[in-house]
């Protein structure tokens, strides 16, 4: 009769606590398991859109090498209807990315600095890949000077950048100055970037070198100009008082 009564409250006592906690135990496990099909969900829509971009990005590849990279009219106009769609299906992806940069290099070869320009811009504005981001600024500070803003590409370039990136970014800071006409602080920065060149980029070691020496010649024919300059000027001078 006891372990029966014992039982009986043993059965009362779960059934009270069920009472208070059964609804919050079913709506743990139904959020829990909503939780483990809602991740199981994303990561498949995920890897579903992966393949997409990687699948369009691929479609590009093919349209802008075709030819041997010298695609005709048709195959441009399929690389930039694809390229626009990565961009705009994909935007944060790195095939998006990487098509406005191959985007933007066609249009530089056609002369077409405007859109060049655009879409380095937009490459710089929305990877999250830092190597890309340092790879858009640098050829758009070269755009943007050869369109005739070589103060405004400076300041693309100033900042630290990865030892990698760093001859590359001094090189190119070399260019502007040249084409501004500071052949003293182009040469510099030319002696930067030969001091900066890592060992897998020694390939570039002999064109740097040929611009800095160009220019230490140059820089020598005006100190030599320079220096007839003022010594002729007394000479002058004189021959103007015995006048």
Do not use: C
């Not at 372990?3 to 906690?21: C, F, G, V, Y």
């Not at 070869?109 to 060049?116: Q, R, Y």
């Not at 070269?142 to 803003?149: D, T, Y």
């Amino acid at each position: 009769m006891a372990d029966h009564i014992t039982e009986q409250e043993q059965i009362e006592s779960l059934k009270r606590w069920w009472a208070e906690n059964g609804k919050g135990i079913v709506t743990g496990v139904v959020l829990a398991l909503a939780g483990y099909f809602g991740f199981q969900w994303w990561q498949g829509a995920e890897r579903a859109k992966a393949e997409e971009a990687s699948n369009l990005y691929q479609e590009f590849v093919a349209a802008v090498s075709a030819n041997d990279g010298q695609p005709d009219n048709k195959q441009l106009t399929t690389a930039k209807t694809i390229g626009q769609q990565l961009k705009t299906d994909y935007a944060k992806r790195i095939y998006a990315s990487q098509a406005a940069l191959r985007l933007a290099a066609l249009a530089a070869e056609a002369n077409d600095l405007e859109v060049a320009e655009k879409e380095l811009q937009w490459a710089l504005d929305n990877t999250g890949e830092a190597a890309l981001q340092l790879l858009a600024k640098r050829r758009l500070a070269a755009i943007v000077a050869a369109r005739g803003k070589p103060d405004e590409a400076l300041k693309l370039l100033e900042g630290n950048v990865p030892p990698s990136f760093a001859a590359l970014y001094a090189e190119t800071r070399g260019d502007i100055l040249l084409q501004k006409g500071d052949k003293a602080g182009a040469r510099t920065a030319y002696q930067q970037a030969l001091a900066q060149l890592l060992p897998e980029q020694a390939g570039s070691a002999q064109l740097l070198r040929l611009k800095a020496e160009s220019l230490a010649g140059a820089e020598a024919a005006a100190g030599a100009a320079d220096t007839e300059s003022e010594q002729a000027s007394p000479a002058q001078a004189e021959e103007g008082d015995e006048q």
